[in-house]
């Protein structure tokens, strides 16, 4: 019996030990024409052993960089698309930068910074301060959700500015107008629940009046009946 220990690394697991065997026969081949031919017959069966690489971006170039490395780095054949080097399937991804925000502010989100650098190019006028007023109220929001607790408007206001590196300044202004809009939606919707509530027992306090008044209304008609 021979064991997958006594056999040829696989160098890709996924495509299993077949696609591999069949890879090296490719290889032994004696002239190019007959190994491209090959080549294209296992790019084919590669391709139906794994179909989830269809839905990805370029999955044709995508199989035959993996039939390269199936073959070590060592194929002589005709393809459509040059093979990777070892040096290139080997180099490390650039680092991801991402946003740094400044302070413990992390639950107020990049598109918050963004808007912010917005609203710092824009020159003084309704448009600005139109913008500044959606910032602070979405920065209320995301506070309220991520803290679970009502915060002040006096509060968001000193946020805005650290954030803002002292560029756009509402500490001056009691409270934001317009950071009310939050609060009204939730109550109108408490509202809302609450008076489908009241409309749904009263059809329930109607429907059992009707089916009391049927009940009788059988009640005295049997009497009725056991009389004559």
């Known amino acids: 019996m021979e064991y997958n220990t006594q056999r040829t690394q696989l160098h890709m697991p996924e495509y299993g030990r077949i696609i591999q065997q069949l890879v090296e026969r490719c290889k032994e081949l004696p002239t190019k024409e007959e190994r491209s031919e090959m080549a294209m017959a296992i790019i084919d069966f590669m391709g139906q052993r794994n179909p989830q690489l269809r839905d990805e971006e370029n999955y044709k170039h995508k199989l035959w960089d993996h039939l390269f490395i199936l073959a070590e780095y060592d194929l002589d054949v005709d393809s459509p698309y ?5 040096e290139q399937l080997a180099e490390k991804p650039k680092r991801m930068e991402y946003p740094k925000l400044q ?3 992390k639950f107020y989100g990049k598109s918050i910074l963004q808007l912010i650098d917005k609203a710092i190019e824009l020159e003084p006028g309704d448009e600005k301060e139109a913008l500044i007023e959606v910032i602070a109220n979405n920065m209320k929001k ?16 000193r946020h805005l500015k650290e954030l803002s590196e002292n560029r756009l300044d509402l500490t001056g202004i009691e409270s934001l107008e317009k950071s009310k809009i939050y609060y009204t939606s939730n109550n109108n919707s408490r509202n809302n629940n609450s008076n489908n ?13 009707n089916n009391k008044d049927q009940t009788n209304k059988r009640r005295h008609n049997n009497n009725h009946k056991n009389r004559k």
């Open 82 to 86: 040059p093979f990777p080097t070892r």
């Open 103 to 105: 302070g413990d502010f």
């Open 142 to 157: 995301s506070y309220n959700v991520y803290n679970k607790e009502h915060v002040t408007d006096d509060v968001i206001f």
């Open 197 to 209: 509530g009241r409309n749904n027992n009263a059809r329930n306090n109607s429907n059992t009046s």
